[in-house]
Nanobody, 129 residues
Framework: QVQLVESGGALVQAGDSLRLSCAAS???????KGWFRQAPGKEREFVAA????????VYADSVKGRFAISRDNAKNTVYLQMNNLKPEETAVYYC???????????????????????WGQGTQVTVSS
């Protein structure tokens, strides 16, 4: 089992920056981690993922150049730095862990929810215009 706890969600203004954190505990901590988000009335969508060692990252096209995923394995924590936030990015942001997804998998280029095995409870990010 892997337990994931997100934090850092807040109400911010358009153009602001925010950093989300995801603290992991349990087994298999050095696995691929990802961030997803779900806006009201919409499906959950992929945001970013990082390999177990931190050497490989992948992003949704909509956040490339503005968001950065990183991890500190000594602290068992994954981060999502979000810059120049937009109102349409208002959503609940979820951290997820995958026991199967690796950077050499074909699925790495476009990770999906089904590729991940464990999920946090989510943290709300609200971006006002």
């Amino acid at each position: 089992q892997v337990q994931l706890v997100e934090s850092g969600g807040a109400l911010v203004q358009a153009g602001d920056s925010l950093r989300l954190s995801c603290a992991a505990s349990g087994r298999a901590l050095s696995t691929t981690k990802g961030w997803f988000r779900q806006a009201p009335g919409k499906e959950r969508e992929f945001v970013a993922a990082i390999s177990g060692g931190g050497g490989y990252t992948v992003y949704a096209d909509s956040v490339k150049g503005r968001f950065a995923i990183s991890r500190d394995n000594a602290k068992n924590t994954v981060y999502l730095q979000m810059n120049n936030l937009k109102p349409e990015e208002t959503a609940v942001y979820y951290c997820a862990a995958s026991l199967r997804l690796q950077s050499f998998n074909s699925a790495w280029s476009a990770p999906k929810s089904d590729d991940f095995d464990y999920w946090g409870q989510g943290t709300q990010v609200t971006v006002s215009s």
